[in-house]
């Protein structure tokens, strides 16, 4: 834990006059434009020193210390000693032209990740000018007037001058566990930290209710300047893949090593010349291991976050997008995720009778309609008194832009004012005594008011309002509340529900002297109002995006806090198989037996709390699911920190849950979660495209070697050579697969098992046989034009070099599908890999006619025969694959 800096002038200590005073500003309207400017000149932008990412010189210090670069390095300076300057500085050339090369797909890696991080930043709510805005927290200044509300990350110190039952969870600061209630008050200068109630700290999270204070130090003066540790951090981890292929590399390097050792020794005893026998096993160590996969894993996955980013996923942890790639399960909410979040209120149930309400979306032209036939709604004051409880229980209102209305703040409240407008009314801030705020625990809230007396206006899920009230408002009276009525209201509940409606109930009571304003006091004996439905349209792109999720194996459960039969209907719009809806009391009661029974099923859950989402996440993990979970509350943080992907949602999310999420969802769309899948399935299989790739073409080089070996023929390619293949061609095109577009059918297969190794015993096949025949082509090229004599040697050398240069080129061709036939992927579908593949050959041309690349790589000039040789026997490598993709497709069909 960071030692606690005693710092500045105790704003904890000081009334709120004086801080406004010593902050110069204004405490109604925050900071003027231009101030704030000035100001921001001054601090610097509000985070912390050391957030700018990895410096260039350590990136390229990487690249030259691993083990293969110093086997390299000495080998180059044995070549050297012994007279080979030429072999020496080759060696060295490649070394740093593959480090270069490193290095700048490192690079593009490292700014991939700090855009991410720009992405990913905070906002915070600002007041500037008298307006409320949303700002990035990195502009805060000193002075600014800013509001917190349950899941906000506090973006700087701030000294609090109005709270309503603000809880902040201060665990990341002082280790207390609990959250720690905040007050007006100024406290004694000398309070330690945790008892500091009038502030609130940088790196600490809003748990509870909602405050405004003045921002009294930004960034790296706060006490922690821990603002990173919120939703802008990017954890850098290896991901499964890049740990499996790191234990294959280094088995690979063993591999290298011992059959180094054993054909040095071979040699040795064989009496070979002794700087011959050295080259040889530094080339079949090279040969055997992939020297490029490393980076072109790293560059595929720097990639993939740029295009998860184009489809609205920003990863937060590397190895989400390919764990995504294998989920099994998306558990989603469904407000924002599965519909829009554009809420309207169409129907009012009244103890007189339902209500339809006309109109559309925020426009506050329409009004109320019963039986078919127009109401006044101030001849009815059952109506007048529910839109108002709806209006004063509420903290959103509408703007008009250009002509068109805009509802700021929650939407179901917006919906609210709206409806209140329809009638003529307006949303009344004034007179606020206290506040209960909503929660999804308690799915209402309160806000008494000063009404000529304390009156409790209260809105919330109808059951959890019902339950709490004792009378009904019915026409102009106030009358007991009798089970028949219960009986109507719940019917009404239920009937809007199916009809796909989310509900709210509103309820009031006025408020005795002397009564505590505490909830459990005031939020009883309530007089019930109304029910109300609101329209809440499906995302028009989701029902294909479950239809595709289906297709790919992958289940839908919908965990909502509506009501059962609000997600039922809605499940149902949206093609959700769904026959049963669990609700969180019920979840309470079943058993993990029962439970894991019932979710074999197709079910959704209603009226669930972020604790039932938790129990939901353990239970499918027990039954072996791969588990992806949205949330967007402060309470969601612990299902999603354990769900396999967590996904918080980027437009209603709090910064909690982002802190805890893996992946932010910009659009908060379900369509994109389901377009990360695909992308992280995408990502896998293209590693393991070029990971099968970079084997083969090893194999076929360490094939040769060794088979010319046991012949006892003469080196067949030089150290440089192979180096040359290994680092520069193979590397390259390598790439272009990475960037290989999603197959056909790769949302129409399961998930993949999380376990399963990357090269399975398919993979091992066809590494192996195309190996054998890229290994023994070279071989039967190197040993017919070696036939030909003692000047035959320079000759064949030169035509086994560039015959396997180009076999491993086409090699690349087997690899861009791994399930189908090329001709059904089309050829030209990834026109980079052809760029690839023609530079590659031109680079290959230039190694046998230039001059300087002839010097180097010990090459002379090819004929239109040797071309023709080489065309020749590179071609089955492509024909045979393909035909064989071809028989077993046809033998699947019919199988099918
Ligand atoms: P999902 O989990 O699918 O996103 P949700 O966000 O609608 O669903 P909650 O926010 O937990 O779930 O809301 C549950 C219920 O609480 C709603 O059906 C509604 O009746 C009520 N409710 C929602 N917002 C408010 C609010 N601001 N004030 C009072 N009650 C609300």
Redo the contacts with the bound molecule.
């Keep these: 834990m960071n030692e606690v800096r005693e710092v500045g002038v105790g704003w904890h200590a000081l009334d709120i006059a004086t801080v406004e005073r010593r902050l110069d500003t204004d405490r109604a309207r925050g900071l003027d434009a231009i101030e704030a400017g000035r100001r921001f000149e001054a601090t610097g932008p509000n985070r912390p020193e050391e957030s700018c990412g990895t410096p260039w010189y350590r990136v390229l210090g990487r690249q030259f210390t691993n083990a293969l670069i110093v086997v390299l390095v000495a080998a180059a300076v044995i070549s050297g000693a012994v007279g080979e300057t030429a072999d020496a500085l080759t060696i060295l050339g490649i070394v740093v032209l593959n480090g270069v090369l490193g290095f700048v797909q490192e690079w593009r890696a490292e700014k991939a990740l700090d855009a991410l991080r720009k992405l990913l930043s905070p906002f915070a709510t600002v007041c500037r000018d008298g307006e409320w805005t949303r700002l990035p927290a990195e502009r805060l200044v000193p002075g600014d007037l800013i509001r917190l509300e349950a899941g906000d990350g506090v973006p700087a110190d701030v000294r609090m001058m109005a709270v309503t039952d603000l809880r902040l969870d201060e665990s990341a600061l002082t280790g207390e566990s609990l959250p720690v209630p905040k007050a007006m008050d100024e406290v004694g200068a000398d309070a330690p930290l945790a008892e500091r109630a009038t502030m609130c700290w940088a790196g600490t999270t809003v748990a509870h209710g909602r405050g405004e204070g003045l921002v009294t130090v930004t960034g790296s003066g706060t006490e922690f300047g821990r603002i990173a540790h919120l939703a802008g951090t990017v954890v850098r981890e290896a991901t499964p893949l890049q740990r499996k292929l790191r234990t294959l590399g280094q088995q690979l390097g063993l591999a290298a090593l011992l059959v180094a050792v054993a054909v040095v020794l071979i040699g040795l005893a064989s009496g070979l010349e002794w700087i011959d026998v050295f080259l040889t096993g530094v080339s079949l160590a090279v040969a055997v291991i992939p020297e490029g996969l490393p980076a072109v894993v790293t560059i595929t996955l720097a990639l993939g976050i740029r295009t998860m980013t184009r489809r609205k996923a920003l990863l937060r942890r590397l190895p989400a997008a390919e764990t995504l790639g294998a989920a099994t399960v998306i558990c989603t909410?469904?407000?924002?995720?599965l519909t829009a979040n554009e809420m309207t209120v169409r129907d009012i149930w009244l103890a007189a009778g339902p209500l339809a309400v006309t109109g559309a979306g925020h426009d506050p032209e329409g009004g109320f309609e019963g039986d078919g036939a127009g109401v006044v709604a101030s001849d009815r004051p059952d109506l007048i008194a529910a839109l108002e409880t709806g209006l004063r229980c509420n903290h959103a209102r509408l703007v008009e832009e250009d002509g068109t209305w805009r509802g700021v703040g929650?939407p179901?409240?917006a919906a609210l004012v709206v409806a209140g407008r329809k009638a003529g009314l307006d949303a009344d801030p004034d007179g606020r005594m206290a506040e209960f705020p909503?929660t999804?625990d308690r799915?209402?809230?309160t806000i008494v008011v000063d009404d000529a007396g304390p009156v409790a206006h209260v809105?919330?899920?109808?059951e959890v309002v019902l339950d709490r009230c004792s009378f009904i408002l019915d026409g102009e009276t106030e009358r007991p509340l009798d089970a028949a009525d219960r009986a109507r209201i719940e019917t009404a509940i239920d009937e809007l529900g199916r009809g796909g409606r989310?509900?709210?109930g509103l309820a009031r009571r006025t408020v005795a002297a002397g009564e505590a304003l505490e909830e459990e006091v005031i939020e009883r004996g309530l007089t019930f109002l109304a029910v109300v439905g609101m329209l809440d349209p499906p995302r028009p792109e989701v029902p294909e995006a479950v239809a595709r999720a289906r297709g790919a194996g992958i289940a839908v459960v919908m965990?909502?806090?509506?009501?059962p039969a609000t997600a039922l209907a809605v499940a149902r719009v949206l093609g959700l198989e769904a026959n049963e809806a669990i609700t969180g009391p019920e979840l309470e009661r079943v058993d993990a037996t029962e439970l894991r029974a019932r979710l074999t099923g197709d079910v959704v859950f209603a009226r669930?709390t972020p604790s039932d989402k938790l129990r939901i996440v353990e239970t499918l993990q027990k039954m072996g699911h791969v588990v992806a979970m949205t949330g967007?509350g402060v309470n969601d943080a612990p299902a999603l920190q354990r769900a396999d992907v967590g996904i918080a949602m980027g437009i209603r999310g709090t910064d909690v849950a982002r802190g805890a999420s893996d992946i932010v969802i910009t659009d908060d769309n379900f369509a994109s979660i389901v377009g990360a899948v695909e992308e992280g399935r995408r990502q896998y299989d293209n590693i393991e495209k070029f990971t099968r790739y970079l084997l083969s073409s090893n194999t076929g080089e360490v094939v040769a070697i060794l088979g010319n070996l046991l012949l006892r023929g003469p080196l067949i390619l030089l150290p440089v050579q192979i180096l040359w293949m290994n680092l520069v061609t193979d590397g390259i095109t390598a790439l272009a697969l990475g960037l290989e577009p999603a197959e056909r059918g790769t949302m129409n297969r399961p998930p993949r098992d999380p376990r399963a190794q990357i090269i399975d015993g398919a993979g091992l096949v066809w590494i192996a046989a195309l190996g054998l025949y890229i290994g023994v082509a070279g071989l039967w090229l190197f040993r017919s034009y070696g036939a030909r004599g003692a000047e035959g040697l320079l000759v064949a050398q030169k035509v086994a070099f560039t015959g396997i240069v180009v076999l491993e080129n086409v090699n690349v061709f087997n690899f861009r599908a791994l399930r189908q036939p090329l001709a059904r992927v089309g050829y030209f579908t990834n026109p980079r890999l052809l760029l690839a593949w023609v530079s590659m050959i031109g680079l290959q041309a230039a190694a046998v006619y230039t001059p300087f690349l002839q010097r180097a790589l010990h090459t002379v000039p090819l004929g239109p025969t040797d071309w023709l040789v080489i065309v020749a026997i590179s071609a089955p490598v492509l024909i045979v694959p393909e035909a064989v993709k071809w028989i077993s497709r046809f033998r699947e069909r019919s199988t099918a």
């Design positions: 909410d469904k407000t924002g995720t929650q179901t409240e909503f999804s799915k209402r809230m809105k919330g899920a109808p989310r509900t709210l965990i909502t806090g509506d009501s669930t967007d």
